[in-house]
């Protein structure tokens, strides 16, 4: 017989401190929603992107998710641990059961009511990044009742609620299973239904997505009736777009077209507050033979890098970093960027052999940051290190870099969970490529370890050997400065910083 909960983990009563656990829903807008808002967007979507089972790579891929979806729990204006489709949970003493209490009344696009059924689907449904870890480590999900869910794990599982965030996971968003049975895998993803502030019209793959505002999603009626996104790859072609008022907001403006958008009187320059932090990440580091498994190699191509310059040039406003975890997390450790210095890295290679220069295999950059990466290798060869850029589609890289195809290369990796624990898992769980026996160690224990005081410690000692070893090279924070007609009010990628370029959507408005 089940029996409710009277303990809370440690992990939760910080949260609650924080003011982050359980809080109410704004208040619900009645007015109907009206007029069209244009986005032409800098990368390409993916049906995919559609399927929250599937683990949408990146905070990009959650612009999908976030337009049609909804989860139990998610990053939202009130705090990164909203509840939303659960409107409240609660999490046992040793994190081994986790209990979600619904929100009745809750509509899917097909008119479906969502119930406890449809999200013990949508967990065992999930097949992302991190499911088999996490499906291996559940004994049962448990129907208490049509809106009351329990989630039993075989050993404490601290770390669950960080892959309901974009970034990490999708393992916590709901979809209606009568619908998926219907129609199947395909067809879910030919026409998507969720629970989410838009509803499915439109999506050609390389050139539209397009959405209608859901008048009966639980958490407000979205202010605006359609939403238009265009991928449109070339800046000068977004920046004409918006120009010439045939779209609303133009994303990625950097360079001479940062500038332009700022002389433009007609136009307002504005920015999210990105989550995400660029790294390289040597894959090759832990092959013997590789210049790579050499810290003094990875030292130097660190050292060669001018970051200020490099941040100044790609992403306007964002800056150098040393390190992963966001600024503002309580767990991460902020350690200073290394310094521009080509000298001492050309030394450093001596050192490890290479007096005459090496070279470094591929090199894997985010397609829509090639500039950045060419830029990085110019720094290497300048110092003696020589690359071979490969430019892969955006789906196409995250197909590769998951399903481990850059192994013994380079990959301009983005960190993009809100957390450093989620953060280390894309690094360390199904995505990684290696580990050192220390590091792996202290990961397993922090892993399981409930304890608030000791997991601090652990995922602390974890960050200042990565730092010692330059398991990867830190490099910029990201930012993305946009074009933005007067028509759009205020500054939407504010709302919520750790969703990039969703606001949430439901709180975009345009000006009367």
């Known amino acids: ?39 032409a967007i800098h990368w390409a979507l993916s049906a995919d992107w559609f399927d929250p089972s599937l683990g949408p790579p990146g905070t990009l891929g959650y612009l999908p998710l976030q337009f049609f979806h909804d989860a139990l729990v998610k990053p939202m204006p009130e705090g990164i641990y909203t509840p939303c489709l659960a409107e409240s949970y609660s999490v046992s003493q040793d994190s081994k059961i986790y209990e979600f209490k619904l929100r009745q009344g809750v ?47 075989k050993k404490p599982y601290p770390d ?9 996971a999708s393992i916590g968003w709901v979809i209606p299973k009568k619908y998926v049975e219907k129609v199947g895998d395909t067809g879910f993803k030919q026409h998507p239904v969720g629970a989410g502030p838009y509803k499915f019209v439109e999506f050609v793959p390389g050139v539209k997505l397009v959405g209608e ?23 000068a072609t977004r920046l ?60 130097a191509a660190s050292l060669a890098i001018d970051r200020k310059l490099l941040a100044d040039i790609h992403v306007p406003g964002g800056k150098a970093v040393g390190s992963i975890g966001l600024e503002g997390d309580p767990l991460a450790v902020q350690f200073p960027p290394d310094p521009y210095d080509p000298e001492r890295a050309k030394k450093l290679l001596a050192e490890a052999g290479y007096p005459k220069g090496l070279h470094g295999g591929k090199f894997y950059p985010q397609n829509t940051y090639w500039g950045s990466a060419e830029q990085i290798a110019t720094y290497w060869k300048a110092v003696g290190i020589t690359v071979d850029l490969v430019l892969l589609e955006r789906a196409a890289w995250f197909a590769h870099r998951d399903g481990g195809k850059m192994r013994g290369d380079l990959i301009h990796d983005p960190a993009s969970a809100p957390t450093i624990g989620g953060r280390l898992a894309y690094l360390f769980g199904p995505s990684s490529y290696g580990n050192y026996p220390d590091i792996q160690a202290l990961w397993e224990q922090y892993q399981k370890e409930a304890r608030a005081n000791v997991r601090k410690d652990l995922i602390t000692r974890i960050q200042r050997l990565i730092h010692e070893k330059t398991m990867w090279i830190s490099l910029t924070e990201n930012n993305s400065p946009a074009a933005f007609r007067p028509r759009v009010k205020g500054n939407p990628y504010r709302i919520q910083p750790l969703v990039w370029f969703t606001a949430p959507f439901e709180d975009i408005e345009l000006e009367k």
């Open 1 to 39: 017989m089940s029996t409710p909960m009277k303990k809370w983990s440690p992990i939760v009563i910080v949260l609650a401190i924080l003011g982050i656990l359980h809080l109410s829903p704004p208040g619900i807008c009645a007015a109907p929603p009206q007029g069209v808002l244009k986005e």
């Open 107 to 153: 509509k899917f696009h097909n008119g479906d009511t969502m119930t406890a059924e449809d999200v013990v689907f949508s967990y065992w449904r999930y097949k992302g990044r991190q499911a088999k870890f996490t499906h291996e480590n559940t004994e049962k999900v448990e129907i208490v009742n049509p809106y009351l869910v329990r989630i039993h794990f």
């Open 160 to 168: 669950f609620m960080e892959y309901f965030l974009p970034g990490a």
């Open 213 to 235: 505002a859901f008048e009966e999603y639980w958490r407000k009626v979205p202010h605006i009736k359609r939403i238009e996104f265009y991928h449109v790859p070339d800046a």
């Open 240 to 299: 004409a777009m918006v120009k010439r008022g045939e779209v609303d907001i133009a994303t990625l403006m950097t360079d001479v077209f940062y500038e332009d958008v700022k002389k433009d009187p007609g136009l307002r320059l504005l920015t999210p507050l990105s989550p995400v932090r660029f790294i390289v990440y040597p894959a090759a580091q832990w092959d013997p033979k590789s210049p790579w498994s050499d810290v003094r190699v990875r030292q």
